[in-house]
Every structure is written in structure tokens, then in C-alpha cells.
């Protein structure tokens, strides 16, 4: 099974910078894809952010050039880097990993408990 701890959320004014982080920890054979995704009230969940095991980034058009998503691989963490913060970017952000917990089984989506994040003068 695997286990994901997220820290550094919190509260900040318009044009502050937080970072995200988000551990996996247990019992499994690869961690592949790992993301962020965020949740506003009223509003669906939608991805920020991921990134590939080898290092290749996504970002969504809202965050681009002010968001960046970065991973150790050795320590299994995956951070997001959020500058330039706006009101809108206020919501709960998820941690997402793709995993295989066995080398012939396939990749599973784990998500972490999530992390509020709040932007506000």
C-alpha cells in the first residue's frame, strides 16, 4: 500500500509563494506519474500540475510560469513551487500518484487527504 503525507499549505496574501509537498511512503515496487490537483468550492477538482518519473512537466494554462512541479525521486516527494498566488488560486490541493504496488500489476491512483491552501488579502 502506499501512503501520502502532504505539507505546506496555508494562508497567504495575493502575490506570496507557498510550497507543497507530498511524501509517499509503504510497501510498493515504482512510483510513476506523480501530480497535484486542486479543488475550489463549488467547483470540480482539475489538475495543477504533474510529472513524469523521467522528469517531463504538465501544467494547467491557469498556473503556467507561476506553479512549478519538481520530484526526488530517492525520497519519493513530489513538490509544487507556487509563486505569484492569486485569490483564485485558493482551494484544497490534492497530492496524486500513479503506483504499482507489484511489478506485474498496474499502475493505481492514490491521493493524498489534502492541503487548503488559501489566498487572500
Known amino acids: 500500500q502506499v501512503h501520502l503525507v502532504e505539507s505546506g499549505g496555508g494562508s497567504v496574501q495575493p502575490g506570496g509563494s507557498l510550497r507543497l509537498s507530498c511524501a509517499a511512503s509503504?510497501?510498493?515496487?515504482?512510483?510513476?506519474?506523480m501530480g497535484w490537483h486542486r479543488q475550489a468550492p463549488g467547483k470540480q477538482r482539475e489538475l495543477v500540475a504533474d510529472?513524469?518519473?523521467?522528469?517531463?512537466?504538465n501544467y494547467a494554462d491557469s498556473v503556467k510560469g507561476r506553479f512549478t512541479i519538481s520530484r526526488d525521486n530517492a525520497k519519493n516527494t513530489v513538490y509544487l513551487q507556487m509563486n505569484s498566488l492569486k485569490p483564485e488560486d485558493t482551494a484544497v490541493y490534492y497530492c496524486?500518484?500513479?503506483?504499482?504496488?507489484?511489478?506485474?500489476?498496474?499502475?493505481?491512483?492514490?491521493w493524498g487527504q489534502g492541503t487548503l491552501v488559501t489566498v487572500s488579502s
Open positions: 496524486n500518484v500513479k503506483s504499482q504496488i507489484r511489478w506485474y500489476e498496474l499502475a493505481v491512483d492514490v
Open positions: 510529472i513524469t518519473s523521467g522528469g517531463t512537466t
Open positions: 509503504g510497501s510498493f515496487f515504482r512510483i510513476n506519474d
